[in-house]
Nanobody, 125 residues
Framework: QVQLVESGGGLVQAGGSLRLSCAAS????????MGWFRQAPGKEREFVAA????????YYADSVKGRFTISRDNAKNTVYLQMSSLNPEDTAVYYC??????????????????WGQGTQVTVSS
């Protein structure tokens, strides 16, 4: 079992930046990858970015490539999402998730079985 706590969300103007953090605890050794997903009102939850714990391979949705960067601190069991050049379309609740299912698919929501409570990101203008 893995517990996840997100932080760093808030209100920012278009063009600004935010950094989200996800602190993981529990049996983190069972986690293959950590991912960020987001969900806007009236829309389905969508994949944003993911990182594999062991090798650090990263994956990004086309909509955020070049603007968002996912990274991790293995010693702190923490994953970060640095978001730059934000626009109103990035407004959503952002969720951190851990993939421990054994499916080993870092970009698919169905492979993730632990989720944080989410942190709101609102981009104005």
């Amino acid at each position: 079992q893995v517990q996840l706590v997100e932080s760093g969300g808030g209100l920012v103007q278009a063009g600004g930046s935010l950094r989200l953090s996800c602190a993981a605890s529990g049996r983190t050794e069972s986690s293959y990858a950590m991912g960020w997903f987001r969900q806007a009102p009236g829309k389905e939850r969508e994949f944003v970015a993911a990182i594999v714990w062991s090798g650090g391979v990263t994956y990004y949705a086309d909509s955020v490539k070049g603007r968002f960067t996912i990274s991790r601190d293995n010693a702190k069991n923490t994953v970060y999402l640095q978001m730059s050049s934000l626009n109103p379309e990035d407004t959503a609740v952002y969720y951190c998730s851990a993939e421990t299912s054994g499916i080993y698919s870092a970009t698919k929501a169905y492979a993730y079985d632990y989720w944080g409570q989410g942190t709101q990101v609102t981009v104005s203008s």
